[in-house]
């Protein structure tokens, strides 16, 4: 069956980095933005981040990420709402570009994302919509795309599932009016893009310069680094 959709990861993926290091680069920027403000330890902050993150990684659905984040981070952490959401809206188009110092250049991401978009195929940027729509856009910037490359990006505001939830790339295919088995994802983590992709029918590609391992669900189907990803995607 032909492939009429494609599907990125960003981090580790699109963006060639490791995920402790921009997790780290990440808290620290923001605990730079939000602790002065708001007098809230940085233990505290990171704290409430994962606390709230985990919410969203176990939504069911019910109601969007971005709702399932807050309602967690405001009751563990005891800030105002109206305060400290402010800051983060700005936080993200701005100090969070910092923390591209530890993203390395990727001058093939722009060839691989019109590669797959090449012959009327849809290309999305299937993301963990684990943060903000600006936050996306901005990482986005830090390897040469825009928004206007992607027939969808999925954030928090628009999202109700995160990976490695199946129910996240069934909402993605509904949206774009995609089945399953004519999707493409390109990812770097067995665990949340290959295996749940894969089980759903999807065709995929495992890229291997970041790749995250997964004991219970490794992966043995197309796999390569970024080079060989451009090769597969030529010959689609």
Known sequence: MSIKAVLFDLDGTLIPMSQ???????FK???KKVCPVMGISPDMLVKGIWTG??????NDGSRRNDEA????????TGLEYDIVKPLTDDFYPNEFN???????ENSL??????????NGRKVVLATNPIFPMAGQVSRVH??????????????????????PNRQYYLSICERIGVPPEECLM??????????????????????????????AHPWNGDSGDFTQLIEYLEKL
Request: net charge negative; glycine share 6%.
């Open 186 to 215: 390109v990812g770097n983590d067995e665990g949340e893009d290959m295996y749940p992709a894969s089980s759903l029918g999807m065709r995929c590609f495992n890229v291997t310069d970041y790749k995250i391992a997964n004991e």
């Open 98 to 104: 910092n923390a591209k110092v530890v993203a390395k």
């Open 109 to 118: 991401a722009k060839k691989a994302v019109e590669l797959a978009g090449r």
């Open 53 to 58: 993150t985990g919410a969203m990684i176990e």
């Open 20 to 26: 402790d290091e921009f997790i780290a680069a990440y």
């Open 29 to 31: 920027e923001l605990a």
């Open 142 to 163: 830090w390897i040469g795309l825009n928004e206007a490359d992607f027939e969808l990006i999925t954030a928090y505001e628009t999202e109700s599932y995160c990976k």
């Open 69 to 76: 984040f807050w309602d967690v981070f405001i009751r563990l």
